[in-house]
């Protein structure tokens, strides 16, 4: 309430056309925008025969970039709750783990928290602990918990709760232990198409929650690509396809961002080594300065 939350702190130095837009684009299905990436298969490939000991999947690669991606531009990990832009706590990926592959097999929704220092190999162990507590039928995580206990009660009780919990997330007033449990409160969440053979999509942003960045990994195909003779040879690539917010970051700084994770992806090995220092959201920074002075004075 009143601009604080559990899992954000409100960024105040904004410039008047970035604070207005929250509030002409009110939803987040109202301010999406489209892009895609064919992101080239050869070197991660590559990466990956040069390993010894580890087995990296195009999965953990995106991931890690996107971590590292988030640390060194930390203005794409704000959300837009009721008119506000909020800056995350931390860096946190949500994504879907099928219990097993099968048709009617059950999905269990993840999400892991990161500080952004993290070296491609911690990540890659977050994320297969995480897909191995969760790809059988008879595991249960607190999000499942959740969501059972709520359908346990009649249709017209779960619209009540479900409302409710809506309007408190809008004003702030949503718990933090019910924020941890939900996956819709992240920094991104991604979808692996790929990994049952699927093409990429376009996924709609959540109106609920705070997800600002959604990725869709589809499966890798060959195509005709230009080398660097200027010659047409085969090429493995594999659509990524991405809808963001428009509202809490301009075009010039997603680009960017995006250029930055695909260097990542085409040299996963700058991502081996934990990253020394976080780059602060200036406009937070700038901020608290403010702020601290105001005490001060």
Same mark, same amino acid.
């Given at each position: 309430? +009143? ?34 990436? @064919? ?9 990956? /025969? *040069? ?18 991606? +988030? ?10 709750? =009721? ?16 219990? =097993? ?12 928290? +990161? ?6 190999? /911690?990540?890659?162990?977050?994320? @297969?602990?995480?897909? /191995?507590? !969760?790809?059988?039928? *008879? *595991?249960?995580?607190? &999000? ?10 009649? =249709? ?12 408190? @997330? ?15 409160? &992240? #920094?991104? +969440?991604? &979808? ?7 093409? #990429? ?20 195909? &060959?195509?005709?690509?230009? =080398? ?38 085409? !040299? ?12 602060? @959201? ?16």
């Amino acid at each position: 309430m +009143f601009g604080l939350r559990a899992d954000g702190k409100k960024v105040k130095d904004l410039d008047p056309i970035q604070r207005i837009i929250p509030h002409i684009m009110s939803a987040r299905h109202d301010s999406q925008n489209l892009t895609s990436y @064919d992101c080239p298969c050869e070197p991660m490939d590559d990466f990956n /025969e *040069a390993q010894e000991d580890a087995d990296y999947t195009y999965m953990h690669l995106l991931i890690a970039a996107m971590v590292r991606t +988030f640390a060194k531009f930390p203005r794409l990990n704000r959300f837009v709750m =009721n008119g506000r832009i909020f800056m995350h706590n931390q860096i946190q990926v949500s994504f879907v783990v099928k219990k =097993n592959l099968s048709p009617d097999a059950p999905d269990a929704l993840v999400k892991l928290s +990161f500080t952004g220092l993290e070296a491609l190999p /911690e990540i890659q162990q977050k994320i @297969d602990d995480a897909i /191995e507590a !969760n790809n059988n039928i *008879a *595991a249960n995580n607190g &999000t499942d918990k959740i969501a059972r206990l709520l359908t346990m009660t009649p =249709n017209f009780l779960i619209k009540l709760l479900v409302g409710t919990i809506k309007l408190l @997330d809008k004003h702030g007033m949503l718990p933090g232990a019910i924020i941890k449990l939900s996956p819709f409160h &992240t #920094s991104l +969440f991604v &979808t692996n198409l790929k990994s049952i053979k699927g093409p #990429s999509i376009y996924h709609h942003l959540y109106d609920f929650g705070t997800t600002g960045i959604f990725m869709s990994m589809g499966k890798e195909s &060959t195509v005709p690509v230009f =080398n660097r003779k200027g010659e047409i040879e085969p090429g493995k690539r594999m659509p990524i396809w991405i809808t963001t917010d428009e509202r809490f970051c301009d075009g010039f700084y997603f680009v960017s961002a995006m250029k930055y994770m695909e260097r990542l992806l085409k !040299n996963p090995k700058l991502m081996m080594e934990p990253l020394e220092a976080l780059t602060e @959201d200036v406009a937070v920074l700038h901020g608290r300065k403010i702020r601290e002075m105001a005490k001060t004075a």
